[in-house]
């Protein structure tokens, strides 16, 4: 045997070796390819009716969150009500009971009754002197 054959017969183990190689790895890519598809088959089946789901809990979600919207909506239109009437009710009869509430105190402090030096009326009581002069300090 020659050199040559030597050499040619050393190429063609290692090309019986190399196709073994990539015939095995061509095998495990396959399989690895079949179950990737196969789970990407059952993911789908699995994902169609949780995405519907989502879809109804969604639609759900945007019904209630109108119904809040117009609740909200009810709630500050009865606060602005509120409000008017409040205003309304205090310049009604605000303005006259502070009058008669002025005439009442001036009238007590020119008959002498409710007059003391020692006494302080604040918004309807009385505070004794003592105690005035730790609110003014």
Known sequence: MTGGEVAGILVAVF?????????VVLVRLAQTLRAT???VADVTEQAVPL?????????????QLDRVDA?????QEVTSNASALSSTVASTFGGPLVKVAAFGYG???????GGDGDRTVIVGRTVPSSRRRKQKG
């Open 37 to 39: 598809t196969k789970l």
């Open 15 to 23: 090309w019986a070796i190399l196709v073994s190689f990539l015939a």
């Open 107 to 113: 009238v007590r402090k020119a008959l002498g009754r």
């Open 51 to 63: 995405l519907a789901d989502a879809s109804a809990t969604v639609r759900s979600a945007q019904t």
């Open 71 to 75: 609740i909200a909506s009810d709630v």
